[in-house]
């Protein structure tokens, strides 16, 4: 419970979506018959914003969509690639559903974990890097697989996931990034 | 009436003939066939989420859930075979992994849906080895409602109960899958005026009320039919008392003609004053400054006596009664009588909204519409009323109405929870209401397409009215806009508040009304037409039994006595010597009324029943303490006429007495010949003497009450259209719609509409 208010506290803080963002949602809704329906996509454009989705956001995208607040939390929470709070510089996404978890993910995120000497979901001090779980990636043939932000890497066993997180902890750009 | 369809299945072997589109779930309850539910609940469309209600149907591979699958012809349904037992059994199973199985601490064990199908369909023994999910208890959601997250089966009925019937802000699902759990959008406690609601429909002991927590087992609770007094709906509800003694809780008494089988927690948690230490236990006689305890013996003789003296120095016409709108019809109609049968003045009223120029005996007849109605109307016009405020549960039946495709229109201020529904809205300023009903009646006039309108001076004066409304200005479009809505609907249900006829500015709104209902043809339709929402729970029983000076008993003629607000001392100095006053409580309202409080106090004798210390009984001679409605036995008229019925769950409190038996006492020493005494045989009598509550009794009201027989019989065609509406209406150059007016600029400004 603790940890959960302490959470809170990060999401509560004062946020506001950019006049840019609210733009690019009001253009986002205009392809939708019902404007309800962009709300996934319009999350996104949210989180690029923020790197997560706020709280105040989430509130404020619930009006332009003319549905509940209780709406956009429900969806928020439902979806994994929705960041709740604020995450890495470099956010190493471990795939856990099956084919992954066979192929020892569960392990990997261990590994990393204690590697980084985080928790789950937890930056690191330096800001560079956090580490989450999330769902398949389509990627099961090169099972576990994870994402660095939006690279994939493929079959990444412990030595190679240490390698990945010594690199991204002083890196300054994604250096995984394929143009 | 579309006809109605039927599809021929059987169930358990048993032929069973089913309305087409019901579910297997509702064909079976029809025929009296069992099958349990939790996520599904008879108010809300299936859900398919918790999977009890599995049942086998031939032909098919696999179980199927009873509340999603439609009937089909020639189906085959199974609830006791063994797939469809074991089905059952397994979703038992699977239920109850994570639930900690804390029966003998729940508040809800011994009435928990849980608890009776685990013994009914569930195996003896678990099979679950592993770590439950541990997660904190009693988890406060909101001021109401606690969350115990390990009992709940997420069968979503409390999240849906505010997406689907309150269509606001309420219960939602955080995380996923194993993850999930009940919870409010981040930082927002749950308040909901509906809240309690969600207890009642948590089939676990997951959602449960703070103000219940760990106060009774449900099999010490004596169960007592009631009607709620909060409001004038009058949601049936149950008196739960503990041991017979102490009240713990008030529950839903599901009437599906009034509540739909919901409480707004006003009502649900209103019960604290039955037994508040605060109530008056015992009679009281004032003694220079101070009121000082008395006996009944004492205090009866003392206000007979003062009482019969007063009679003889100034006549019969020195005094008078007001009664408060919370009593109960038999206790009106006692007390109208004794005023006018025994001491022998018509100087009797009660606070009420005033009906204009609207004549007593038209106010019934006119007054159609339903709470249930309002189902079947396709336009629902708010006028000046807020019900989200005042009669809550019409908030409810108004959001199922526009759910099933009715339209909204609110004329008058913002009401929070309802603008958002509006198809249209006319923001004017409270006493603006009626030159809004107006300017729309001119425009029905004008376009030709106004019914019933027969005398040429008032359409002369609709016609000259029209001449005067500036047409080019915003608030003339959303005029035109409603016309429009009026003229395509077929029914509609116009409510307005009582008291808005009291805002300066709408004197004769209720005729205006009427007015506007005939010329949209609406006037006198069983179930839809003109609805008053009044204050209290016997506000209809205290005009229809004749508190007013104007009419008697069932608005029959009488000769006039003084109002309220004369009895109150309107003209200066009370003419009266002698007020009884009957749970009313009229010192609180001398400043809205604009009177001093010196007028009443050269009153010789004031006598006041009630339940607590209230201003006007600081002020009183004799002040008896009388019982709440939960310490007798009775009946209230609710907003809509309806007749329902209250029963005594518990002994009136010690020192303390019905007011029916006060009256009675009053009536005997006064030299009556008093035969009937309990209310039973009051009723009888009401129902004997007042045509509008004929044939109604207490055995024919039953459990959900009956509308008084004009409602129930109301018919448009053999509607005699009266003279009355036929005058020409009031001229209002001074309020006209869309001109420019300062209070209606600000009006329109502070609900956030451009005049463009």
């Known amino acids: 419970m603790i940890e959960k208010m302490d959470k809170l506290e990060i999401r509560s803080q004062e946020y506001k979506l950019s006049e840019a963002t609210r733009q690019e949602i009001v253009e986002l809704v205009k392809k939708y018959p019902s404007s309800r329906s962009a709300i996934l996509p319009a999350l996104h454009i949210v989180q690029a914003q923020f790197g997560f989705v706020p ?125 | 009436m579309a006809e109605v369809e039927y599809v021929n299945l059987s169930i358990n072997g048993q032929a069973i003939q089913g309305r087409k589109g019901q579910t297997i779930w509702q064909a079976a309850k029809d025929a009296g066939i069992f099958i349990p539910i939790y ?62 199985l804390d029966c003998p601490i729940c508040d809800k064990g011994g009435e928990c849906d849980l608890q009776n199908y685990a013994v009914d369909f569930g195996q003896s023994t678990g099979r679950f080895q592993e770590e ?29 109960f505010g997406s689907e019937i309150v269509q606001d802000e309420g219960l939602i699902i955080l995380e996923r899958g194993a993850e999930s759990e009940i919870g409010t959008f981040p930082g927002k406690p749950y308040i909901s005026q509906f809240s309690g609601n969600v207890t009642e429909i948590c089939p676990v ?79 009281l006689i004032r003694k220079g400054a101070s009121l000082v305890p008395a006996t009944w013996a004492e205090a009866f003789d003392f206000i007979i006596t003062r009482l019969n003296e007063i009679k003889g120095q100034y006549g019969s016409q020195a005094i008078g009664g007001i009664a408060g709108t919370h009593s109960t019809n038999e206790e009106l109609y006692l007390f109208q009588k004794l005023l006018r049968g025994l001491v022998g003045t018509n100087n009797i009223d009660h606070k009420h909204g005033s009906f204009g ?128 809505l009026l003229e395509g609907a077929e029914r509609v249900t116009f409510l307005y508040d009582e008291l808005t006829p009291d805002v300066k500015g709408n004197q004769d709104l209720v005729a205006t009304l009427a007015r506007l209902a005939l010329a949209t043809g609406q006037l006198g339709l069983p179930g839809v037409g003109i609805g008053r929402l009044v204050e209290d729970n016997n506000s209809w029983g205290a005009l229809d039994m004749g508190i007013t000076p104007a009419f008697g008993p069932g608005y029959s003629q009488t000769t006039a006595g003084l109002s309220y607000a004369e009895m109150l001392g309107a003209n200066g100095q009370t003419p009266l010597k002698a007020l009884l006053v009957l749970g009313a409580n009229p010192v609180s309202h001398l400043q809205e009324l604009g009177l001093s409080g010196d007028a009443i106090t050269n009153l ?99 459990q959900e009450g009956m509308l008084r027989p004009l409602e129930r019989e109301a018919q448009a065609e053999n509607l005699q259209i009266p003279d009355w509406l036929q005058n020409a209406t009031r001229p209002q150059p001074e309020v006209l719609i869309g001109t420019a007016n300062a209070e209606l600029e600000q009006a329109l400004e502070a609900s956030g509409k451009a005049q463009s």
């Open chain 2, 357 to 484: 120029s609207v004549p007593g005996a038209a106010i019934p007849a006119i007054h159609t519409a339903t709470i249930e109605g309002l189902e079947t109307a396709k336009l629902i016009v708010l006028v000046g009323a807020n019900p989200s405020a005042r009669q809550p549960i019409v908030e409810l039946r108004i959001k199922k109405a526009l759910k099933a495709g009715a339209k909204l229109a609110i004329i008058g201020p913002s009401i929070k929870a309802l603008d958002r529904f509006a198809a249209v809205r006319l923001p004017v300023a409270l006493g603006q209401v009626e030159a809004a009903l107006h300017a729309s009646l001119a425009l029905l006039s004008k376009n030709g397409t106004a019914k019933g309108l027969q005398s040429e001076a008032l359409k002369n004066s609709l016609n000259e009215a029209y001449n005067s409304y500036d047409a080019g200005t915003g608030l003339s479009a959303e005029v035109q806009t409603l016309v429009g």
């Open chain 2, 205 to 283: 002991g997951a959602l449960t009320s703070r103000t219940y927590r760990f106060k009774a087992r449900p099999w010490e609770l004596k169960h007592t039919p009631s009607v709620c007094t909060h409001c004038s709906v009058g949601c049936n509800i149950e008196v739960d008392t503990r041991l017979g003694r102490e009240v713990v809780r008030f529950m839903s008494r599901t009437n599906d003609a009034v509540d739909d089988g919901w409480l707004c927690d006003k009502g649900r948690y209103g019960y604290g004053f039955i037994q508040s230490e605060q109530r008056l236990r015992t009679p």
């Open chain 2, 604 to 702: 010789e004798l004031l006598v006041v029943q009630e339940l607590f210390m209230s201003e006007t009984a600081e002020r009183a001679h004799v002040v008896l303490p009388s019982a709440s409605f939960a310490e007798k036995d009775g009946t209230f008229t609710n907003t809509e006429g309806r007749v329902q019925q209250i029963a005594a769950a518990i002994q009136p409190l010690q020192g303390t007495a019905p007011d029916a038996a006060i009256l009675l006492e009053l009536a005997g020493r006064l030299g009556a010949d008093v035969k009937t005494r309990n209310s039973q045989g009051l009723f009888e009598e009401i129902a004997r003497t007042t045509q509008l509550y004929k044939g109604l009794s207490f055995n024919n009201l039953g």
């Open chain 2, 132 to 160: 439950k999910r541990h997660l904190g208890k009693a988890l406060e959601l909101g001021p109401t409602i606690a969350l115990d997250r390990e009992r709940c089966i997420m069968c979503q009925r409390c999240v849906r």
């Open chain 2, 39 to 100: 996520c599904y609940h008879p108010k809300m469309p299936p859900l398919g989420a918790c999977r009890i209600c599995l049942v086998e149907v031939e032909k098919t591979p696999k179980p199927q859930a009873a509340c999603t699958t439609a009937i089909a012809e020639g189906m085959v349904v199974r609830t006791e075979s063994i797939i469809a037992e074991k089905a059952r059994g397994g979703v038992m199973e699977f239920l109850l992994i994570n639930h900690p």
């Open chain 1, 55 to 179: 709280v105040e956001p989430m509130a404020e995208l619930a009006e332009m969509l003319g549905i509940l607040k209780g709406d956009v939390e429900q969806v928020v929470t439902f979806y994994r690639m929705y960041n709740q709070n604020p995450v890495g510089k470099f956010h190493v996404k471990i795939c856990d559903s099956i084919s992954c978890y066979l192929r020892g993910s569960d392990e990997l995120i261990q590994h990393g974990l204690q590697r980084l000497g985080t928790r789950l979901n937890e930056v690191s001090g330096d800001g560079q890097v956090s580490i989450s779980k999330i769902e398949c990636l389509a990627a099961c043939g090169a099972a576990p697989c994870l994402q660095v932000n939006d690279e994939y890497m493929y079959n990444v066993q412990p030595e190679q996931l240490d390698e990945i997180l010594d690199t991204l902890k002083t890196a300054k750009e994604n250096p995984y990034y394929i143009p």
